[in-house]
């Protein structure tokens, strides 16, 4: 039992043999079947363990001292503030420096070891020299290979930068996306024949046939990672190429941009990759982690001391490019990094600094491999984005028959495209933010997305843009249809006035409808219950029902007043005793602007009575009087006359409908016979009309001698008892004037002297004259 005790313990322990676990659980599964064996075996353990506790160090005492060990680490776990962070990181730094430093020097001491009288070298130069020559063979070959098929793709890559640049305004931004993606695929294509070609020379042509090298693989495999690097940089800094260029920058400073970051890659990258591993394995590990912490703090200074001498130059071409910015956070961002640009280009080349010192075996590949993603990202994003912008910055134009039969259609896809694709710009650079950060893992956006927060928001963002989208379409196809119906250059003719009112009303609840409908269902989408919204709608709905009764009768007389088309735009109406035009026709209430030009906002609940003066026709009913010893039908043939011209007329001739109607002799009035007439007339045209024959009636009643009479005074003296008047004493102000209507050779009279004669006139029967007394002064004030 003791034996198989043990033997049970260790089963958790990996064995080199196959089945060496076999005999412990089969001899346990018998001991356990015997029920004798099965007793012993509870005894002898209950032995064991009183045994342990008599022994010194009991169990307590180890679990404490284990706790009183362990103190120090769960306070230092549960002190994650960013102080005790940075400490920890800059104190791991600095000792894994000081480690490196001392392994060096015991590497150097071990690679020359003390001999019989001196020193000697342990190093192995015949085998450095074979692994030197072969390698020297390798990488001239591959470098060879691959400058021979970018000789022979160059010609493609002129030919295509020529096409970009000479082919027009019109697909510039199609001919520079494929130009820039074809050129990336060639690209690619050559580093990966030179990378295969490199491999097969390095297989069969170089050392062992059939065998690849552990060298080789690893220059190969640098040079496949560098060379993929390089071709992305080369997408965005083409030296050589105006048309494959996707930054708008000149070919110098393209040029200067793309040699640094080769020098720089190629240095890293070959050094970190292929010399560092070399050094590990030919001579010592420690003297290879001090190379590699020589490369990256060479490479520090060199790309810290690039970064600053360029960082006013790089400023100021941000701001530059963020003054013609088009939108307000882009303008604000590109400032940003114009400010603090080189601060974030010397932060990165420090991280990666302290990454090569505290995991000197894998930051550089993980860095590397972060680094290409980061270039591919921004590159796509920089492709689109600036794709976008290009068609955000092209206004669209229709033709001319469909401008004039829809006219607000080009204005509306100008103003909704741009601010859609504006959407879609801001949406590219949260991905490629994202995007970015997942590949320094600093968000695993795989993870996240799986989640369901992560799902539910990437599917209800998509959600919103598609309603929105088709909100948007909608509207600009309704709203495209009703001026269709309303523009009068469509072939169908002016609508009508009704046609106008019912379909303006019609774009405005249906620009309501869609905005509410939309935000509600938005609402939903983002999480919102909108229950509580829709019912606290209602019970706001029924409050402001109570509260606003007015504006209740309002609406819902506006609404029967259109049904039963009582009145549109442009008709001239009563409404509420206000007389006028109606200008503005809405669900509530009525613009009408009368005669002097004031404008009127009758609401509808005020209304009564609609009379409108534009329905099928107008009539003109004038009534003219004349004396009572003028002849009726003499006065209604004048009548009928004055008709005729103005039915002749070009200017009324066509708005009249009927014949004359002569109602006849409607009063005999206090001086005057009154005679009434009708012209019907087409709607809105009675009033002109009207005017037009009143001037005529006067022009013919004028020459005919009908006298259209006009009221009269009569001053009467009195009389005394024998039927006497005495004359009229009157004294005369004005000044003598001239009188036309004498005959014709006779002298003119003057007023002075005709109201002489007139006023010693006497008003009395025929009888002898009455010798009368000159009055007094009294009787002449009396007078």
């Known amino acids: 039992m003791l034996i198989v005790l043990p033997a049970f313990a260790q089963q958790s322990e990996p064995s080199q043999e196959p089945n060496a676990n076999t005999p412990a659980y089969s001899t346990l599964a018998d001991l356990l079947e015997n029920e004798a064996s099965r007793q012993r075996l509870i005894e002898e353990l209950r032995s064991l363990a ?21 103190t120090p680490e769960k306070q230092d776990a549960q002190d994650t503030s960013l102080a005790r962070r940075l400490a920890d990181t800059t ?43 072969n390698m020297a063979l390798v990488i001239a070959a591959t470098f060879v290979l691959f400058f021979i098929l970018r000789g022979v793709a160059r010609p493609l890559f002129n030919r295509v930068s ?28 050559v580093v990966a024949l030179a990378y295969l070609g490199g491999n097969l020379i390095a297989t069969f042509a170089v050392g062992e ?69 070399l050094v590990n394995a030919n001579l010592s590990l420690p003297l290879g982690h001090a190379l590699g912490l020589a490369i990256m703090l060479l490479a520090f200074i060199y790309a810290t001391a690039f970064v600053l001498k360029n960082r006013l130059k790089v400023r100021a071409a941000l701001e530059k490019k963020a003054a013609n910015a088009s939108m307000g956070v882009s303008s604000l961002a590109l400032r940003l990094i114009a400010r603090l640009w080189h601060l974030l280009a010397i932060a990165y080349f420090l991280v990666v600094l302290v990454l090569s010192i505290v995991h000197p ?44 039969k829809l006219p607000k259609l080009e204005a509306r896809l100008n103003a909704y495209i741009p601010t859609f694709l504006k959407v879609i710009r801001t949406l590219i650079l949260i991905a490629v933010v994202m995007l970015v950060f997942n590949a320094w893992g600093l ?86 219950n909108i229950g509580p919204l829709i019912a606290g709608a209602g019970v706001l709905g ?42 503005r026709l809405s669900i509530r209430s009525v613009g009408i602007r009368d005669l002097s030009g004031t404008y009127h906002i009758v609401p509808f609940s005020s209304v009564d009575t609609v009379s409108n003066y534009m329905r099928e026709f107008g009539n ?54 009154n005679i009434r007439v009708i012209i019907k007339t087409t709607p809105g045209d009675q009033w002109a009309v009207g005017r037009a024959y009143n001037r005529l009636v006067k022009k013919y009643f004028d020459a005919a001698g009908i006298e259209i009479p006009f009221p009269h005074t009569t001053l009467y003296f009195g009389q005394d008892k024998d039927g006497l008047a005495p004359p009229a004493n009157l004294r005369i102000m004005q000044q003598d004037f001239p009188i036309d209507n004498s005959p014709a050779g006779q002298p003119r009279e003057t007023a002075h002297s005709r109201l002489v004669e007139e006023s010693s006139t006497q008003h009395e029967p025929a009888t002898p004259p009455k010798k009368h007394t000159q009055p007094d002064r009294d009787n002449d004030e009396n007078t």
């Open 361 to 404: 075996e894998d930051a550089l590949p993980s860095v590397m491999l972060a680094t290409l993603q980061t270039l591919i990202i921004v590159g796509v994003g920089l492709l689109l984005s600036g794709m976008l912008t290009q068609v955000i910055g092209k206004r669209i134009t229709l033709s001319a028959d469909w401008r004039r």
């Open 209 to 277: 046939s059939g065998a690849l090298s552990t060298q080789a693989s690893l220059f190969l495999n640098a040079f496949l990672i560098i060379e993929l690097i390089k071709a992305a940089i080369r997408v965005l800094f083409a030296s050589r190429h105006e048309g494959l260029r996707l930054l708008p920058i000149d070919a110098q400073e393209a040029d200067h941009w793309n040699r640094w970051l080769a020098v720089l890659i190629g240095s890293v990258g070959y050094g970190m990759l292929v010399a560092v591993p």
């Open 91 to 133: 104190s791991s730094v600095a000792g894994e420096m000081s480690s490196q430093f001392k392994n060096l020097a015991g590497a150097l001491g071990a690679l020359i070891a003390p001999a019989s009288g001196g020193f000697t070298s342990n190093i192995d130069m015949a085998n450095i020299s074979r692994v030197a020559l």
């Open 162 to 189: 020529h096409w970009t640049q000479h082919g027009g305004d019109r697909s510039t931004l199609l001919r520079t996306t494929a130009a820039v993606v074809l050129a990336a695929a060639v690209d690619v294509i």
């Open 443 to 528: 968000f695993d956006l795989a993870a996240w997305y799986a989640t369901d927060a992560g799902y539910n928001t990437i599917s209800k963002l998509i959600d919103i843009i598609l309603i929105l989208a088709v909100a948007a379409a909608l509207w600009i196809i309704l709203a495209s249809l009703i001026e269709h119906r309303l523009n009068a250059d469509t072939g169908r003719g002016e609508p009508t006035a009704r046609a106008k009112t019912l379909l303006s009303l019609f774009r405005n609840a249906l620009a309501i409808t869609l905005i509410t409908m939309t935000g509600m269902i938005v609402l939903a989408e983002i999480g919102i």
């Open 50 to 70: 009183s045994n342990q506790q008599g022994e010194p160090g009991t169990t307590a005492e180890a679990s404490q001292a284990s706790n009183a060990e362990q």
């Open 620 to 673: 003109h009913v004038g009534e003219y009087g004349i004396a009572y010893r003028e002849s009726i039908d003499d006065a209604i043939v004048q009548l009928e006359q004055a008709f005729e011209e103005l039915k002749a007329s070009e200017e009324h001739g066509y708005k009249l409908l009927e014949p004359l109607s002569v109602a006849g002799v409607i009063a005999l009035a206090d001086s005057s016979v």
């Open 542 to 583: 029924l409050a402001i029902g109570f509260g606003a009764q007015k504006l209740v009768q309002d609406i819902i007389t506006g609404v029967f007043i259109q049904i039963e088309n009582a009145m549109n735009t442009g008709d001239v109406v009563t409404v509420g005793g206000i007389t006028g035009t109606a200008e």
